[in-house]
């Protein structure tokens, strides 16, 4: 079964900087996006930035001018460059990876790292 293995998580103080990445475990043919969501504690997941096929971007409003998605489609791989954190970017990171088949969409999720932004 195909994985989405995350790294890049940790501990970091606010205005800090951190880079997540997140690759398949094995080769996923025609995803049509990859993203990536968090949770914070008590709060419902939410989208943080997506990459489509054609390399268009989209960010949540509180992420923009900070967070910067990149990857490569082909290889099954996506990062997030997260600069200038704040606490309340503290969250459990997940990326999704979105591969139509035939009239449905199938999404893997990583496991999830954690981000923590504190003094």
């Known amino acids: 079964q195909v994985q989405l293995v995350e790294s890049g998580g940790g501990l970091v103080q606010p205005g800090g900087s951190l880079r997540l ?4 475990s094995e080769k996923i ?10 949770q914070a ?13 054609g390399g268009t971007t989209n960010y949540a ?3 923009k001018g900070r967070f910067t998605i990149s990857g490569d489609n082909a290889d ?4 997030l460059q ?3 954190l704040k606490p309340e970017d503290t969250a459990v990171y997940y990326c999704n990876f979105k591969a139509p088949q035939y009239i449905s ?4 999720w990583g496991q999830g ?4 932004v504190s003094s």
């Open 82 to 84: 997260m600069n200038n």
């Open 41 to 53: 504690p008590g709060k419902q997941r939410e989208l943080v930035a997506t990459i489509t096929r």
């Open 113 to 116: 790292t954690q981000v923590t």
């Open 29 to 38: 043919f025609n995803i049509a996006s990859m993203g990536w969501y968090r």
């Open 76 to 79: 099954n791989i996506v990062y």
């Open 105 to 108: 969409t199938i999404n893997y």
């Open 21 to 24: 990445s997140c690759a398949a």
């Open 61 to 63: 409003d509180s992420v």
